[in-house]
């Protein structure tokens, strides 16, 4: 398929550091995007834990959300992709942050912050898409998801 936006990044990450071998460069970028997964992830435990959690436990609720997220950056396959110059690092980062957005979509109370978030995911997926192709997969479930949520606001 090509991966237009990796491409595209891969570019513009070149021209801007200047230090190293490209392929260090590169391999740089996927590193990246893979700590951006591990972010996004610790926000989404945590943004999900003080849904289900009681007032008070934020320290608890944190040192969940960095463990889930340790674990998934030192799995095995996780870190070979995160140091090489692969497609996979960048698809992680965009899908764990539509989680993330999916997570705030839920989590909204207002009609403004849902809609704001449903916007923000529309751009991700977008670009999720422009990446790799396969997270049209990830995406339609997450779409319905945020269509039925805003059923109220799309009927007017």
């Given at each position: 398929?090509?991966?237009?936006?990796?491409?595209?990044?891969n570019?513009?990450?070149?021209k801007?550091?200047?230090?190293?071998?490209?392929?260090?460069?590169?391999?740089?970028?996927?590193a990246?995007?893979?700590?951006?997964?591990?972010?996004?992830?610790?926000?989404?435990?945590?943004?999900?834990?003080?849904?289900?959690?009681?007032p008070?436990?934020?320290?608890?609720?944190?040192?969940?959300?960095?463990?889930?997220?340790?674990?998934?950056?030192?799995?095995?396959?996780?870190?070979?992709?995160?140091?090489?110059?692969?497609?996979?690092?960048?698809?992680?980062?965009?899908?764990?942050?539509?989680v993330?957005?999916?997570?705030?979509?839920?989590?909204?109370?207002?009609?403004?912050?849902?809609?704001?978030?449903?916007?923000?995911?529309?751009?991700?997926?977008g670009?999720?898409?422009?990446?790799?192709?396969t997270?049209?997969?990830?995406?339609?479930?997450?779409?319905?998801?945020?269509?039925?949520?805003?059923?109220?606001?799309?009927?007017?």
């Open positions: 398929p090509g991966y237009p936006l990796l491409t595209m990044l570019y513009a990450f070149m801007a550091v200047s230090q190293g071998s490209p392929a260090w460069r590169a391999n740089l970028l996927s990246i995007a893979d700590t951006a997964c591990a972010a996004c992830i610790v926000l989404s435990v945590n943004l999900l834990g003080s849904l289900r959690c009681k008070g436990q934020g320290a608890a609720r944190l040192a969940a959300a960095c463990s889930v997220a340790m674990l998934y950056a030192f799995s095995p396959l996780t870190w070979q992709y995160a140091v090489t110059a692969e497609v996979f690092a960048l698809n992680n980062a965009l899908t764990a942050f539509l993330y957005l999916t997570l705030a979509f839920a989590a909204s109370s207002t009609s403004q912050g849902r809609l704001f978030y449903a916007h923000l995911g529309a751009l991700v997926c670009l999720a898409l422009c990446n790799q192709h997270a049209v997969l990830f995406e339609v479930p997450l779409i319905l998801f945020v269509l039925w949520g805003l059923r109220r606001e799309l009927a007017v």
